[in-house]
Each structure stands twice: as structure tokens, then as C-alpha cells.
Nanobody
Framework: QVHLVESGGGLVQPGGSLRLSCAASGFTMDYYTMGWFRQAQGKERERVAC????????NYADDVKGRFAVSRNNFKNTAYLQMNFLRPADTAVYYCAAVRDSLGCYLPTQRWNDYWGQGTQVTVSS
């Protein structure tokens, strides 16, 4: 059975940091592009970062560039999202997802139809 399980969310003050983890089971992450998405209340789900299965190249949404860093450890079957200099606007439920496409970072969200996690809440507030 396939699972993606996110962890590491929580409440943090503006300017703080969090590291999200996404543990995959039931499939080999090596062949999948891994993405991090978020959905704030009342807004559509958006991709914030992804890392390609082909060459570990990364791609970021404009408003997180320079603050977030996505990485993966295929030996541990785990992906990560390091989030620094967090802002209240980063408050959302964060999801990880996997798509078996080396060009997955260029796919629209609706084409990410392989595996999704259940999400973890990130709240940035003083």
C-alpha cells in the first residue's frame, strides 16, 4: 500500500524556520519527481517547490525563492522542505506529492495524479 506521510508542521513566529519531511512507502521514490504544495484557507492549491527524479534539479514558486529549499534522500525514501524566513502569508496546509515524470516540475497541479500525502498544517503567527 502506498503512503506519503508529511511531518514537521506547526506554529512558528514570523522569521522562523521549519523543516517538513515526506516519508514515502509502498513505492520507490527514485523514479518520481517530488513536489511540495500548499493550500491556504479559501485559496487554490499551489505548488511551492519540486525536485526532479532525473537530475535533482529544483523549481520554486516566486514568493518562496531564496527562502525555501527542497531536497530528497532516495535511500531513506524521504523528501524534505526546509522553510526559512517564514511569513504569515506562508500559513497553509502543506502537502507532498509524487509524480512519475522526470518533467513533473513543469506539469500543472492537476496532472500530479499519482500520490499525495494527507498534509501538515504550518501556521506563521506572532
Amino acid at each position: 500500500q502506498v503512503h506519503l506521510v508529511e511531518s514537521g508542521g506547526g506554529l512558528v513566529q514570523p522569521g522562523g524556520s521549519l523543516r517538513l519531511s515526506c516519508a514515502a512507502s509502498g513505492f520507490t521514490m527514485d523514479y518520481y519527481t517530488m513536489g511540495w504544495f500548499r493550500q491556504a484557507q479559501g485559496k487554490e492549491r499551489e505548488r511551492v517547490a519540486c525536485i526532479s527524479s532525473a537530475d535533482d534539479s529544483t523549481n520554486y514558486a516566486d514568493d518562496v525563492k531564496g527562502r525555501f529549499a527542497v531536497s530528497r534522500n532516495n535511500f531513506k525514501n524521504t523528501a524534505y522542505l526546509q522553510m526559512n524566513f517564514l511569513r504569515p502569508a506562508d500559513t497553509a496546509v502543506y502537502y507532498c506529492a509524487a509524480v512519475r515524470d522526470s518533467l513533473g516540475c513543469y506539469l500543472p497541479t492537476q496532472r500530479w495524479n499519482d500520490y499525495w500525502g494527507q498534509g501538515t498544517q504550518v501556521t506563521v503567527s506572532s
